[in-house]
């Protein structure tokens, strides 16, 4: 893993593969190694910049509410080190909701959008409530509670124990601090179905059959409003598709590819 300094923090990040630059963000309570697979094989076409969020994993916490925002400003700031121009940007749950709050602050970076097992919505008051009862229960008791609330509804009925185990064993590690800050982060962030409406590039558009927790209907909500996505609703998956099926969700990815060519 490599990583850079902002404003003193360390940020850390993969830089595997090659081809067009596909910066893949993850979700919430996760790190990068969310994309395992991915990153032990990546997709033909795409060099993945795969960063760990403030405070997650290897990179640093920083101060303040972690905002969609603010986790879209390192990522940009990390483009910019590595001398990258515009990207195609994708992440998986949280991970699109930064990849949204990117295209935001700034369209011109963004040469197509991969949304995986996520939604355009925020969320509503009883759901921003949720964000802080999970803040302050994460505070006060540690983030086990979260994860053994979260476990059951993150895979498909017949994800492997392997694939559940390695999933619960990287949310555990993270910090409760961290944890908190993202939670609230989540319940401040905006809407983005104005902004898929005007995004004019190419989309990918992938979510697990079986995800509850951001389902197919959400993707084809998405796709309804990005002119000529393509929506993929991919069997045996929940709402960790890249990690649940990688083989199917990596030929999904080759087969975006030549769109960039
Ligand atoms: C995630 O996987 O990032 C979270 O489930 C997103 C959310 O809680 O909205």
């Known amino acids: 893993?490599?990583?850079?300094?902002?404003?003193?923090?360390?940020?850390?990040?993969?830089?595997?593969?090659?081809?067009?630059?596909?910066?893949l963000l993850h979700g919430f309570p996760f790190t990068s190694e969310s994309y395992w697979p991915q990153l032990e094989?990546?997709?033909?076409?795409?060099?993945?910049?795969?960063?760990?969020?403030?405070?997650?994993?290897q990179s640093a916490a920083a101060t303040g509410t972690t905002t969609m925002e603010a986790m879209a400003d390192d990522a940009l700031r990390l483009l910019d080190a590595l001398s990258l121009g515009p990207a195609v940007v994708g992440g998986v749950s949280m991970g699109g909701y930064v990849a949204m709050a990117l295209a935001r602050?700034?369209?011109g970076?963004?040469?197509?959008l991969v949304l995986i097992d996520t939604q355009a919505t925020a969320d509503d008051e009883a759901?921003?409530?949720?964000?802080?009862?999970?803040?302050a229960d994460v505070l006060a008791n540690g983030v086990a509670g979260l994860v053994q609330g979260m476990l059951p509804k993150l895979f498909a009925a017949g994800t492997e124990p392997a694939i559940r185990n390695r999933v619960e064993a990287m949310m555990l590690a993270q910090q409760p601090d961290v944890v908190a800050k993202?939670?609230?982060?989540?319940?401040?962030?905006?809407?983005?179905?104005?902004?898929l409406?005007?995004?004019?590039?190419?989309?990918?558009?992938?979510?697990?059959?079986?995800?509850?927790?951001?389902?197919?209907?959400?993707?084809?909500?998405?796709?309804?409003?990005?002119?000529?996505?393509?929506?993929?609703?991919v069997a045996q998956a929940g709402h960790l598709t890249p990690v649940e099926q990688p083989a199917r969700f990596n030929a999904l990815?080759?087969?975006?590819?030549?769109?960039f060519g």
């Open 105 to 107: 602050l700034d369209p």
């Open 253 to 259: 990815l080759e087969a975006f590819a030549p769109r």
């Open 41 to 57: 094989s990546p997709p033909k076409g795409f060099r993945l910049i795969v960063p760990d969020h403030r405070g997650f994993g």
């Open 197 to 233: 409406a005007r995004f004019f590039g190419p989309a990918l558009i992938v979510v697990g059959a079986e995800d509850v927790i951001t389902p197919p209907e959400k993707a084809r909500a998405m796709g309804e409003l990005i002119s000529g996505a393509t929506v993929e609703v």
């Open 182 to 195: 993202a939670s609230r982060g989540m319940g401040q962030r905006s809407d983005s179905k104005d902004l």
């Open 1 to 23: 893993m490599r990583s850079i300094a902002l404003e003193g923090r360390t940020y850390a990040f993969h830089d595997v593969g090659v081809g067009v630059p596909l910066l």
């Open 127 to 135: 759901g921003r409530a949720r964000r802080e009862t999970v803040a």
């Open 109 to 112: 970076r963004v040469r197509g």
